[in-house]
């Protein structure tokens, strides 16, 4: 399933193993040098000084060593448990998981927390752990298969959690900026709290290095051995989310060191488990610690240049690039199939009745709703004054809808993937970070420069997005994984934002949350647009739509020119993609749910399956905003995280499916 990694050489090894220690010792004597300083001008402000250097940056510095460490640990462990190069805390759902829980508990039960923030987090990691591992078993734990449960797991629970902080309002609010993996210290508790557990962790791995060299053999080699495969793969697994959720409920979420300390540690040389036990928290303890001090270093004053935790979260995206060569999986996606499950016989007449299902749900959506004294159709004067405030973000959700699906249509088609989306493309996030750098060159800018950045945000995303695919020969898994790394990079960049905890993290949590509540004529008119001038030329771009499935050969040998025809489509798609999300942001899934749901329903033709989709599209997330307005009533949902709460167990319900058909 995982093929190994060519050894380092001789020379190289070397290399490696002296650089980071010398970068590390470097950066802290740079660290030590320029730190901030109180101006001493009596006794008093030198103590001062003195306290800040003992009880800040000396425990800081020791913390972020064992927390690297523990992260490294815990990544080894789980990367040999399931024989999957790209597990971690991060990528397998444990670190959102456990944020959920924490989040929760913060929420709803402050004294719980307080309580013990390790068993939550213990509880919401192994709980998400469970639920990917179950998504995947079906397949054998394949690698694709459970990187992909992994990110669904995350979408849900990070759903879920910006719907905790948004209800809760700022009493929440801190704990998203805490969730971002602050390694900031005032005493020496932390360092102490955490120490103990990496050494009773790391005991309790050196115990299990036998299991985990039999399990490095397949299952039947393994059973062979007298090894119980269920029994021992829980007890590796429950050790690494121990070991994670530890560090997550003393510091925050610190993103994708678990999955860089062991591909690091082979780097230097280190194959066998146990050289990779003792080397791979080396390299998370180092790895952390020189990020930190890096942090500290760039920083303005007595700030961080941004949370540790987001700062490595960085590496997450580049890294799973890179390793993509030593992912190979037993296809979680099959191959594009010109089989129909079934085909509609009369497609227009079909096309038709879902118009009038749409306009159904349109009217339902505008006049059905619930009051104080119960549920009430809304006519004559009441409807007329309800009008302003459901009319557009009804027209705002329909028209968002629409255009995420025929974005997703064009992503499918083009790649030739039935599980390309926007979302799980990472093209929304894309698109998340041209808004962050918009926020950042202008402050508050106005909604069209936001539009314009976040365009070329996910036009950015998508074109890299090809190329990568181009170079993997658009191998479905190798596709799906880049855009897990493509998402990570991208959200990691929202969130060094988010941890500001400013305004600006505020425009961006809204614009995460996907909520209507505030859509006027504007936002309105802006669906309407450009859902009529984006849409308007796919009719003519049939043929593109029908020959790029059938891949590069058979495209250039019909004569159509695959770099041209491929561009025009991006520029759609990407564009759709930035004002969708735009208007209901990027959580939402409705650009994989709704060209299924046109596949299942037996549209064939693509100009039938494009209709269609674009249907379904504005159907399910005009019904997603109504039901977010009346779950949880008088209280609101923003639409694009319950949109997601949809999507995400379709995504895996179609995963746990034996083969995908297009």
């Not at 990779?276 to 990020?291: D, I, V, Y």
């Not at 809808?401 to 990472?426: D, K, Y």
């Not at 508050?444 to 890299?464: R, V, Y």
């Not at 564009?575 to 994989?592: C, D, H, K, N, R």
């Amino acid at each position: 399933m995982v093929s190994r990694a060519k050894p380092v050489g001789s020379a190289g090894t070397p290399v490696f193993a002296i650089l980071l220690p010398l970068l590390c010792v470097t950066a802290f004597a740079v660290l030590i040098v320029t730190r901030p300083e109180v101006p001493q001008v009596d006794a008093d402000t030198a103590m001062l000084n003195g306290v800040l250097l003992w009880n800040s940056i000396m425990p800081r510095a020791v913390l972020a060593l064992i927390a690297g460490a523990a992260l490294g640990l815990s990544g080894t462990l789980l990367q040999r448990v399931l024989r999957n190069p790209i597990a971690d805390a991060s990528t397998l759902g444990i670190a959102s998981g456990a944020e959920l829980a924490m989040t929760a508990a913060m929420s709803f039960s402050p004294l719980l927390i307080g309580f013990s923030r390790e068993m939550a987090a213990f509880g919401g990691g192994l709980a998400a752990v469970a639920l990917v591992l179950a998504l995947s078993w079906r397949r054998g734990l394949d690698p694709v298969t459970v990187a992909l449960s992994g990110m669904i797991v995350s979408l849900i629970a990070s759903a879920l959690s910006v719907t905790l902080i948004l209800s809760r309002g700022e009493y929440a609010m801190s704990i998203h900026i805490w969730g971002a993996g602050s390694l900031s210290q005032q005493d020496w508790n932390g360092a102490l709290s955490l120490g103990p557990r990496l050494i009773l962790g790391f005991a309790a791995a050196l115990l299990l290095v036998r299991p985990l060299r039999i399990l490095a053999l397949d299952d039947s080699g393994a059973r062979s051995l007298g090894l119980a495969l269920h029994s021992t793969r829980l007890a590796i697994v429950a050790l690494a989310v121990w070991l994670a959720a530890s560090v997550i409920s003393e510091v925050g979420v610190i993103g994708f060191v678990g999955l860089a300390a062991p591909a690091i540690a082979m780097l230097v040389g280190a194959r066998s488990t146990g050289k990779l036990m003792l080397t791979a928290p080396l390299m998370g303890a180092g790895l952390l610690f020189l990020t930190d001090c890096l942090t500290q270093i760039l920083g303005p004053g007595f700030t961080d240049l941004a949370p540790t935790g987001a700062a490595t979260a960085l590496l997450g995206g580049p890294l799973l690039l890179c390793l993509l060569p030593r992912v190979h999986s037993v296809s979680a996606v099959a191959a594009q199939s010109t089989a129909a499950l079934n085909r509609l016989a009369k497609p227009i007449l079909a096309l038709g009745a879902l118009f009038i299902a749409l306009a159904l749900i349109f009217a339902v959506v505008l006049t059905l709703g619930p009051a104080e004294d119960g549920w009430h159709i809304a006519t004559g004067s009441l409807l007329t004054d309800l009008l302003p405030f459901r009319l557009p973000r009804t027209i705002v959700a329909a028209g968002a809808g629409a255009m995420l699906a025929a974005a997703g249509f064009i992503m499918q088609r083009v790649t030739g993937n039935p599980i390309a989306s926007p979302e799980v493309l990472g093209v929304s996030s894309g698109a998340g970070v041209g808004l962050t750098v918009a926020l950042f060159l202008f402050g508050f800018p106005s909604a069209i420069i936001m539009l314009l950045a976040m365009a070329l945000g996910a036009l950015t995303a998508f074109l890299a997005m090809i190329a990568i695919s181009v170079r993997a020969q658009f191998s479905p898994e190798r596709m799906l994984l880049a855009g897990v790394g493509i998402g990570a990079f991208a959200m990691a960049i929202v969130t060094m934002v988010l941890a500001q905890g400013d305004m600006r993290g505020y425009i961006l949590l809204t614009w995460l949350s996907g909520s209507t509540n505030r859509a006027g004529a504007f936002e309105a008119w802006t669906a309407i647009i450009s859902l009529v001038v984006l849409t308007a030329p796919l009719p003519f771009l049939s043929r593109w739509l029908t020959i790029l499935p059938l891949g590069a050969g058979p495209s250039h040998a019909i004569g159509l020119h695959v770099g041209v025809s491929r561009l025009a489509l991006a520029i759609l798609a990407a564009l759709m993609t930035a004002i969708a999300s735009f208007l209901v942001g990027p959580l939402s899934l409705t650009g994989l749910i709704a060209p299924h749901l046109a596949r299942l329903a037996g549209f064939r033709a693509p100009g039938h399956q494009l209709t269609a989709s674009l249907l379904f599209g504005a159907g399910v997330l005009m019904a997603a905003d109504w039901l977010s307005r009346v779950v949880i009533y008088p209280y609101q949902v923003p639409v694009g995280l319950f949109a997601a709460l949809i999507g995400g167990p379709y995504l895996i319900w179609l995963l746990s499916r034996k083969e995908v058909q297009q």
